[in-house]
């Protein structure tokens, strides 16, 4: 099993994925006031000591759109 990474809230991702499918899409960032928008943010929602996935985002990108990222 590989070792989880946290992917901080942002577009890095969404980015990554556009560049491995080459679409260009415009990326606007929408802001969420409130207490449970920031918990959301820090990572709160997420279990990272309880992670069971096989493989990494990378390689998922690789296997769904057919090519390596980077």
């Known amino acids: 099993m590989t070792s ?3 992917v901080t809230a942002g577009t890095g991702t ?3 994925y ?8 415009l990326i606007v960032p929408i802001w969420l006031p409130g207490r449970a ?3 959301l943010r ?6 990272p000591e309880q992670a069971v996935g096989q493989r ?11 090519q390596p990222v980077g």
């Open 56 to 66: 990494t985002w990378e390689e998922f990108l690789a296997e769904r759109i057919g």
């Open 37 to 39: 928008a920031r918990e």
């Open 42 to 47: 820090g990572g709160g929602n997420l279990a």
């Open 18 to 25: 556009l560049r491995a499918s080459h679409r260009r899409r």
């Open 14 to 16: 969404l980015d990554e």
């Open 4 to 6: 989880p990474i946290l």
